[in-house]
């Protein structure tokens, strides 16, 4: 496949612990050496590679390779003990780069796009990272990147803040919003309370309850 180069070392050897049950073809393996499991493979039911992730010391440890579809890489991340850490780079079906993002020591914005009917790239999901931890603000945009359909806040890997969905429509989906602190959810009455003492929680504002945002500059999208 082209763009990739393996991290797992040539001369680790594949294990297999797991079998296809459609195919039984290998569906997983361990790659490893010296005694060592230094990767991890998992394969389509057609036998080409769908995902490797490199590991050292028992965690992730160079570049995470996925794929969709069979012999087409869809994304590579770099990993370095355990965090995510360099250029992650997405591309669409043809080969085509379609989007790039870059953590340093699991800290950053992941950002993930997508390729609408038009052959257009549009950001579709983006979530802040703190320490490889969830840590700010989760959205999940519409191609017009004006709305979201789903929105979260989080703070080390926890919901912290006001998680919101909306329907096709643009509105709220019954049940929502719902309130979170500390990964515990709470009344609204309550969550307004915690407000006035956590800086960290977002505050509750009546027209947060429409789909529509503007997003901070860091996600460098063209808002049409």
């Known amino acids: 496949m082209k763009h990739y180069r393996s991290s797992i070392p040539k001369e680790a050897r594949e294990r297999v ?5 459609v195919s039984r073809r290998r569906q997983k393996v361990e790659c490893t050496l010296n005694g060592k499991v230094v990767g991890v493979r998992t394969f389509h039911v057609t036998g080409e590679l769908e995902d ?7 965690v992730t440890h ?3 390779y996925r794929s969709v579809t069979p012999g087409k890489l869809l994304s590579a991340e770099p990993y370095s003990n355990g965090l995510a850490h360099g250029t992650a780079r997405q591309w669409s079906d043809d080969g085509k780069l379609i989007g790039t993002y870059t ?3 699991g800290t950053g914005i992941d950002l993930w796009r997508q390729v ?3 052959g257009q790239v549009y950001l579709s999901e983006a979530r802040y990272y703190r320490d490889g931890k ?3 603000f989760e959205w999940w945009l519409n191609p017009d990147q004006k709305n979201v359909h789903e929105e979260s806040h989080f703070r080390g890997d926890r919901r912290h803040g006001i998680f919101r969905q909306w329907n ?3 509105r709220l989906r019954r049940g929502y919003p719902q309130y979170f602190v500390n990964g515990e959810r709470v009344t609204k009455r309550r969550y307004v309370r915690e407000c006035a003492k956590d800086p960290t929680l ?3 504002r009546e027209e947060d309850n429409r789909p529509q945002r503007i997003f901070p500059r860091d996600l460098a999208i063209k808002q049409k």
């Not at 612990?17 to 049950?21: E, I, L």
């Not at 490797?52 to 028992?58: A, D, Q, S, T």
Request: glycine fraction near 14%; charge should be neutral.
């Open 17 to 21: 612990v797991a079998m296809s049950p």
């Open 52 to 58: 490797e992730f490199p590991l050292r010391n028992g």
């Open 62 to 64: 160079g570049i995470v």
């Open 103 to 105: 953590m340093k020591r």
């Open 116 to 118: 609408n009917e038009a």
């Open 134 to 136: 969830l840590d700010g």
């Open 168 to 170: 096709l429509q643009g």
């Open 202 to 204: 977002p505050p509750f």
